[in-house]
């Protein structure tokens, strides 16, 4: 059994390299130590995709790996920790623009590891035909806003509390991190 000090310090030392996977069942575990690490540090004010039991978390393995169109959901993962998450939604319901979720594991931060799931979920995005991802933010979340604007979002107000923010796949440097 791990405990959650050993696996914070796992997490901390596992940096890079990443490798995305989509979520398949051998993730779940990780996903949900990863989330319940979210909710720990009282992000899961800012990011709450979806209920984070592991049923929900199984259901959500099968539909990103069966047959058909569908949501992607995706693990960031290195030396067999999941270290981020991120999301594709919308097509499942129907609408043509998907919108974007990430996460990154409060002890992986400030290495780029976001960053590197944005570029991949945009190259999963721009793999499925789609031009246009967009996004949520409570504006108080700075880092996230940066994060974004460093990648090209527009923003426009969402309410009172949040942003939404577009990208424009199209253009070559578009949604680059380098
Ligand atoms: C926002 C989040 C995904 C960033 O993850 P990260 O792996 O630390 O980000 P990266 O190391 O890839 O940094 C990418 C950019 O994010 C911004 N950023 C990251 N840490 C930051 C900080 N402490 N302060 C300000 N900006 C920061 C910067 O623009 C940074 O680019 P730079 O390194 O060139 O300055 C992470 O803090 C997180 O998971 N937060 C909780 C969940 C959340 O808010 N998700 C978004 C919901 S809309």
Known sequence: MTLP???????????????FHQLAPAWVDGLGALLAALAAAGDDRLF???????????????VATGPGEHDEYHVAVSSGAVLAYGLLRGWTEGYPVPS?????HPAARGRGVARLMMDHLH????????????????????RALALYRALGYR??????????????LD????????
């Open 48 to 62: 709450h995709p979806h209920p984070r039991d592991s049923a929900t978390l199984r259901r959500l393995a099968d």
């Open 100 to 104: 974007l979720g990430v996460a990154v």
């Open 171 to 178: 253009s070559p440097v578009s949604g680059s991190a380098v």
């Open 123 to 142: 190259a999963v995005a721009r793999a499925r035909g789609v031009r246009r991802v967009r996004l949520k933010v409570y504006r108080d979340n700075l």
């Open 5 to 19: 000090g050993e696996e914070q310090s796992s997490i901390a030392a596992a940096v890079p390299p990443v490798m």
């Open 155 to 168: 923003m426009e107000p969402l309410g009172g509390r949040e942003w939404c923010g577009l990208l424009d």
